[in-house]
């Protein structure tokens, strides 16, 4: 359903289980940054009714989701702690070049967000299905659903906003893209990488 090229690689959940806090800390800053792009997208593209009113529905789930973790982390007698740079994210956002109309920003922009929304909600499904805590399987379980809705809202989105061929084309080619730069992920405690 997803379109992803290349599933993470289940070990990736032994590195969740030995590293469960950095991995609510680097979830909690990912719900975090999830609302912060729905309202730079509200403040880069206001014309866009429709887009606006679903962001700022999206705004307020993502920052649901953010104290849900985050009083996760606190129930398990930690603090949130420093956010880190997403290397995952970082070298997404080099694939399409700077620039160009403001509708070609708006699919790009809409695009890597679909396709953050769509590997999150891969990484969500494993860790439901894969780790042995059963009340953080069932978390990430019900969050995985809500990842799902997110990311086929963007693409519907950016296949409204721009021409349906050419979105498509740009979409099955960041999907490529992707998949070479998960062959050097899932080594890490965090939600991306």
Known sequence: MLGLKLPTDPRWVNIVEKNIDEILTDHAYCEQKAASTAISLIVSFPEYTELVEEMVALSREEMGHFKMVHDLILKRGNTLGRDRKDDYVIQLIKFFPKGGSRTTQLVHRLLYAGLIEARSCERFRLLSEELEDKK????????????????????????????????NKKWNSLLEYEAQIMKDLSKKESIHG
């Open 136 to 167: 953080l399987a069932e978390f990430y379980h019900k969050l995985m659903i809500s990842e799902a809705g997110h990311y086929t809202m963007f693409l519907k989105f950016a296949r409204k906003y721009g021409e349906l061929e050419e979105v």
